[in-house]
């Protein structure tokens, strides 16, 4: 176990560079409607319904005007609003945490930044923002065991963030093993060996962390996909071509010992653990390189780039 900082928004970052007053008067004053409920009855029902009058307006401003600064500063002004909401409704209780179904705003702030990425100019280290929004939501309400509609961070786009803003390797590191483990129970697990799955938190550790640390990550999830499959489970053929491609990322800076290791681990145990995968979707594989990255025994080299079932 290795200790690491990360970075979240100071006091400074969550305050809005400034207040618009037409953000209030759009869409019939939807914004401001729903900020008077809220303050007049502070309930679950009217947080949400705060924060997605200020999603809303906020959208319409980015779609009608271009303006990411301006959608920034309004989801930062809900942010401050709804963490005040938030601590005066039992965030501060012994048992620390914000109440279940609470509005994602940290995640919505960063959200923003990640939208305005590849925006022209006027806002600053967007994926280092969005990183730092996204360690506030996962510290203060991760949303564990939802499903991926109902969990505030897709851990994909969390990963393109930490790489794109500059994150060390305990980060990334950090971020793909807790990401693997919340899509790997709860309502998604059924999607363990598909695309869907933790394959496709793989690629950016692969290409980030040292060659120890991939032939780490890599070990772990071929014994989490040998218990997946002798339980029964299916792999798909488009996790196979994540799996492929996330391979490539990293194999060159391997050793030869290493993946000649990595190849063993990824082995199925027996032939028996492998009966249970019908053809033939799991079975066919397309690699980008010409041959199997696995060198998986149910595959032989084909041509083309292509690996067919023997």
Not at 51 to 76: K, N, P, Q, S, Y
């Amino acid at each position: 176990m290795l200790p690491t900082s990360i970075a979240v928004p100071t006091f400074g970052r969550w305050l809005p560079r400034r207040i618009d007053e037409r953000w209030f008067t759009r869409r019939d004053g939807e914004l401001a409607v729903a900020e008077a409920a809220l303050a007049d009855d502070p309930s679950l029902a009217h947080a949400q319904a705060f924060m997605t009058a200020a999603m809303v307006v906020g959208r319409e401003l980015l779609v009608e005007e271009g303006d990411h600064l301006a959608r920034i500063d309004l989801l930062r002004y809900a942010a401050v609003k709804l963490w005040d909401w938030s601590r005066r409704n039992g965030f501060d209780d012994p048992d620390h945490g914000m109440p279940d179904g609470s509005p994602a705003f940290p995640y919505e702030v960063g959200f923003a930044f990640f939208e305005a990425a590849d925006a022209p100019g006027g806002v600053p280290a967007p994926m280092a923002q969005t990183l730092s929004w996204w360690w506030a939501q996962l510290a203060a309400n991760p949303g564990r065991g939802l499903s991926t509609g109902q969990r505030p961070l897709d851990y994909e786009d969390v990963l393109t963030a930490a790489e794109a803003g500059g994150a060390g390797p305990n980060e990334i590191a950090f971020l793909h093993l807790y990401g693997s483990w919340e899509e790997s129970r709860g309502p998604v697990a059924d999607k363990w060996g598909t695309e869907h799955g933790p394959v496709r938190l793989l690629a950016v550790p692969m290409r980030r962390l040292d060659p120890a640390g991939r032939a780490t990550i890599l070990r772990r999830f071929f014994a989490r996909q040998a218990e997946f499959v002798a339980g029964g489970g299916v792999l798909t053929q488009a996790h196979h071509i994540a799996l492929s491609q996330a391979w490539n990322q990293g194999c060159a800076e391997l050793s030869a010992a290493q993946r000649d290791a990595l190849r063993a681990a990824a082995r199925p145990r027996s032939d028996r653990t492998w009966s249970a995968v019908p053809e033939p979707a799991a079975h066919v594989v397309y690699v980008y390189r010409k041959t199997c990255p696995l060198d998986h025994p149910y595959c032989q080299r084909g041509t083309g780039g292509g690996v067919r079932p023997v």
